[in-house]
């Protein structure tokens, strides 16, 4: 038995079909529907993750008796399970990765968000994809191999993902003839059955390669054929590989490569929106915790007018004070009754802004809640305060905005790289084997297509072909232009990712500046405070004495309420200023304990939040 030398082909092209997408199979971050045993699901549309409006449990489990108990590491933990900016952010990283599954058939990245797709790797080109184009001769004939077979050109179709191709023919011609002597009958009619199927699949390096197998049945009633019907094959092999411009794996790899850093930086774009909405939770639960202070302060300072009022309308009993002074107080106690009702309302609005952060959908029910918060605002201590050098290196290693930046420099140096090679001309070597056969009935002897595709198969009648390509761009503007816009767009982001750096410093030095001035300005206004009561004190005490007057009180009290909110702004201004001092260096989330892996998936895995 004669052995096929079409097998042994067939071995090793599966041999190199498999291999390299095996090894790929284990670097991929986001695997394609798989096609075994349903062969169909390549070719249906995959369902994306259910979309959840609905708020956490937590929310429920923190409202005790129409008060809804908060604690900072609450508040955060609500927020990384709630919070709608998050929510829609966490789509980026997963938008990210179907780029990757794009990108390793060939394609073009997408893009996404805060993530660069330089311009420079679709040089030479506009919507840049690759498609194989397959030569190997015409049917039943020696053919042709001009243009190389498998070659590989722009176009809309993914290369490395194998591209089959069938069709299927049927046809019948009558043609009148002006002579008998060929036909030997002057009306002829055909009946022809064809069909032709391709097989085409780029690699990594650049190689491509088709195999192609093509039919035929024909049968006439024209006289004196050879075959009727006679049935014509053709299988043919035939690759492509570029030498200069296309070869290697990073030109071809370039999409690929970009996806997956791409990847990275939206993991980074996620992680700088997590910090924001952190930085804005934190500051919401302190201003919040402020206006409760000025709160107090307001129903203390309107109790204070009060008893004032009262006292004042004693005296005037028993004749010891003019009138006058209870006129005094009494608009006293209108002012200080307004500045209640001013910071009652300020604290509802701070209400509601909080809870919009931590919450996805808002309800009559949660309107009616109070927020009591548990937790109160930070000491001045040594710890807070990083020196310079520690905090510059610290913002330099962790602020996500950096490392977006660095990635995309990295992104569009690839492109530079690219782009650098497309300068060269096209170069390549092609390669052919084919083989054709022609069987059907013979003088009564049966036949067909058995034997004629056997004949195609062991090479009865065989067909090898090669060759060198050689394409020399004239002038070359079109590279050159390509290739100088990628070294001053990399210039160009270089000078950003150098402002960038300068940016992270002087926000650096702001956060340390603030909360030194910060804790100055608190240890100045508690001072402030204790000596502003102990006035108001003896001005009381002078009033009950005889020697001072209502006026005088009046306005010992209303220094004492300025100094009761001074302190309160201070330790606000201080506990922010801790905030943005995370935010600078980057490390507000390991400075609350907070993984991003939990942000990703929205959910918290502790509510200890470290202080």
Not at 401 to 416: F, H, M, P
Request: charged letters at 20%; proline letters at 5%; a neutral charge.
């Amino acid at each position: 038995m004669r052995s096929c030398p079409v097998w042994r082909l067939s071995s090793l092209l599966l041999l190199i079909v498999v291999w390299p997408v095996a090894l790929y199979a284990q670097q991929q971050l986001v695997e394609p529907a798989p096609w075994f045993p349903n062969i169909l699901r390549p070719y249906q549309a995959q369902p994306a993750p259910p979309l959840v409006l609905e708020n956490s449990p937590r929310l429920d489990r923190l409202i005790r008796e129409g008060k809804l108990e908060l604690t900072v590491a609450d508040a955060l933990a609500l927020a990384l399970e709630n919070n709608l900016d998050l929510a829609v952010q966490r789509y980026v990283p997963v938008i990210a990765e179907t780029d990757v599954l794009r990108t390793s058939s060939g394609q073009a990245a997408r893009g996404v968000q805060g993530a660069l797709v330089p311009s420079g790797l679709t040089s030479g080109a506009l919507g840049v994809g690759v498609s194989a184009s397959g030569g190997g001769g015409g049917l039943g004939s020696a053919g042709g191999i001009t243009g190389g077979g498998g070659a590989i050109s722009i176009g809309s179709s993914g290369n490395f993902d194998p591209s089959l191709n069938m069709n299927f023919s049927w046809d019948r011609v009558t043609s009148p003839l002006n002579t008998i002597q060929v036909a030997g009958i002057p009306i002829v009619t055909a009946n022809a059955t064809a069909f032709s199927s391709n097989y085409a699949q780029m690699f990594r390096t650049g190689t491509s390669y088709s195999v192609s197998i093509t039919g035929q049945r024909q049968g006439s009633t024209q006289q004196r054929l050879r075959f009727n019907p006679a049935v014509v094959s053709r299988f043919s092999l035939a690759f492509h590989q570029p030498l200069l411009n296309g070869f290697g794996r990073e030109a071809n790899e370039r999409f690929i490569r970009v996806a997956l850093n791409n990847t990275a930086t939206s993991q980074e774009v996620f992680r700088q929106q997590v910090i924001t909405t952190v930085v804005q939770v934190e500051n919401a639960y302190w201003d919040l915790a402020a206006l409760q202070q000025n709160v107090r302060v307001a129903e203390q300072s309107l109790a204070v007018a009060e008893r004032l009022l009262s006292d004042n309308r004693l005296r005037v009993e028993i004749g010891s004070m003019p009138p006058l002074e209870v006129t005094s107080a009494e608009a006293e106690v209108a002012a200080r009754t307004r500045d209640l009702t001013l910071a009652r309302t300020n604290l509802q609005l701070q209400e509601a802004n909080l809870k919009n952060l931590l919450v996805k959908r808002n309800s009559p029910e949660l309107d009616n809640v109070a927020v009591v918060l548990k937790d109160q605002m930070p000491a001045p201590a040594t710890k807070d305060l990083p020196d310079v050098k520690t905090a510059l290196e610290t913002a330099f290693k962790n602020r996500p905005d950096l490392r977006q930046a660095q990635s995309n420099l990295e992104n569009q140096e690839l492109a530079t790289r690219f782009t650098e090679k497309s300068l060269k001309p096209s170069a390549a070597v092609f390669g052919l084997y084919a083989g054709s056969g022609l069987d059907g009935n013979e003088a009564g002897i049966p036949g067909g297509a058995g034997v004629s595709f056997q004949q195609a198969f062991y090479g009865d009648f065989p067909e090898y072909g090669g060759g060198v390509s050689l394409s020399i761009p004239i002038r070359n503007r079109v590279a050159q232009a390509d290739n100088l816009r990628s070294q001053l767009e990399e210039k160009q982001l270089r000078l950003g990712v150098q402002r960038s750096h300068n940016q992270v410093a002087l926000e650096v030095r702001k956060a340390m500046i603030g909360l030194i001035q910060g804790r100055a300005q608190l240890e100045a206004a508690r001072e402030a405070a204790r000596l502003a009561r102990e006035i108001w004190v003896g001005e009381q005490e002078r009033l009950e004495a005889g020697v001072s007057t209502s006026y005088q009180v009046i306005l010992r009290e209303r220094d004492l309420v300025a100094a009761q909110q001074a302190e309160v702004n201070a330790s606000v201004g201080y506990a922010k200023a801790i905030v943005e001092m995370g935010r600078a260096m980057g490390t507000a989330l390991e400075r609350r304990g907070i993984e991003l892996a939990n942000a990703l998936t929205g959910t918290a895995s502790s509510s200890r939040v470290t202080p």
